[in-house]
């Protein structure tokens, strides 16, 4: 447990609101090795204490309230202000972005253009059962007694042609 832990929920401590074994285990732990924590509940204890201990009621002043209100607004942080350079740089920033978006959106790039390739001569593959023959010839001029394809070579076009 942080001391930012303990701070924010000490009151619930106090008060015995934590009854969870695992948290109040927690507390005792920080509160052992903590000074400044220690430190932090005996000055809320002596207050307590002296509160209880006052013969009558406090009652505050009539312009308490109006009092506390406007030292509350002069404590609280303000809205960050934005500088003003910060409005004239996102002005610019989109006057760029607009003027490359007009740049290239004129201007078009000519593709190059390649002729598509030929066609060419691809044979049908043969297969033999049988023990694995390796061989040096055009597997075309194997053992095959005419043409393994009986439609001949297969004419392969790539993609670029277009068709």
Known sequence: MTCLQFR?????????LITSE????????????CPACRRYDAAVRRGVLALQ???????????FRRRLESRLARERP???ELPARAGLAAALLLVALLGLLA????????????PPLPAVPFPKPV?????????FQDPRASIVVGSPSPYGAVLVEPVSAGR
Not at 56 to 63: I, K, L, Q
Not at 103 to 114: M, N, Q, S, W
Not at 128 to 135: D, I, K, L, R, T
């Open 127 to 135: 297969a033999h059962a049988g023990v694995p023959f390796v061989s």
């Open 53 to 63: 201990a006052a013969p009558h009621a406090v009652t505050p002043s009539p312009d």
């Open 78 to 80: 303000g809205e960050p």
């Open 22 to 33: 695992r948290e109040l285990r927690r507390f005792q732990r920080h509160f052992a090795h």
């Open 103 to 114: 740049l290239e959106g004129t201007r078009r790039t000519e593709l190059a253009r390649t």
């Open 8 to 16: 924010e929920r000490y009151s619930d401590y106090r008060d015995g």
